[in-house]
């Protein structure tokens, strides 16, 4: 439970990122190298799918965030799914809800970012 | 034997410890999910903001309680940084676009939003900051 895993996965040239596990300060550094590695190599069109994370603090919004920065400025799209209540209420209270794109499902977050 | 959290940091690393024990006193509990990740959230951000930005002369050291009292989690974390009130703590503008939203500077706004009865005090050459979570179901 305490440990973070991020499998890569492509569909229709979207990366889709599945995190599982807790998105902490010590985990959202693995995070940071994964996601923001990716961007800077290129990928573009990026979904991340949350339904098997239910904990994200301040450290793992950082991340989002700096993704979200980095895929807008490369004209990309950014789409995240599968979040459960107690990461959306984090998502709510900082306003994030409003600048990310938001689907139900993986597949709904794939066609929306391809 | 009330279950209860009694935890001290002195590194960051030593987080990882704190969230378990959370969880393990959430399970013991019979807490709901949601209720666990809040307190392990609220004492993520107190915990982390202490020992980056507050640590005493001898390095930080950082203790967390929390208990199950009428219905409700009383928590309570304690630093020996120099004095420093989480509450003040300037908000963030929850309406700029994404270009203007800094990074960083959310944890102790998520504090704020989601604790409960927070209070802080200056107790000796201590910060003392409580807060309560009421039992929620999801």
Known sequence: MSDLTIELESAEGVTVFVCTGRVDSNTAKTLQSTVIGRIQDGA?????????????????????????????????????????????DVFEVTGFLRLFEVRDSRDEAVSSAR | MVAAVAFTLTDADDLTGLLDAVEAFGDAEGLPMKTVMTLNLLLEELVTNAIQYGAG???????????????????????NGSA???????????DASIDDRPIGGLGLHIVRQMAQNPVYERQGTENVLTFELTIEEG
């Open chain 2, 84 to 94: 420093f009130n989480p509450l003040l703590h300037e908000a963030p503008d929850l």
């Open chain 2, 57 to 79: 002369p001898d390095g930080a050291k950082v203790s967390v309680r929390a208990e199950l009292r009428g219905g409700a989690v009383h928590a309570a974390v304690r630093d």
């Open chain 1, 44 to 88: 573009t069109r990026v979904v991340m799918d949350l339904t098997d994370t239910h904990y994200i603090s301040s450290a793992g919004l950082r991340v989002i965030l700096m993704a979200g920065k980095q895929i807008k400025a490369a004209k990309g799209e950014f789409v995240l799914c599968g979040m459960q209540p107690s990461v959306r």
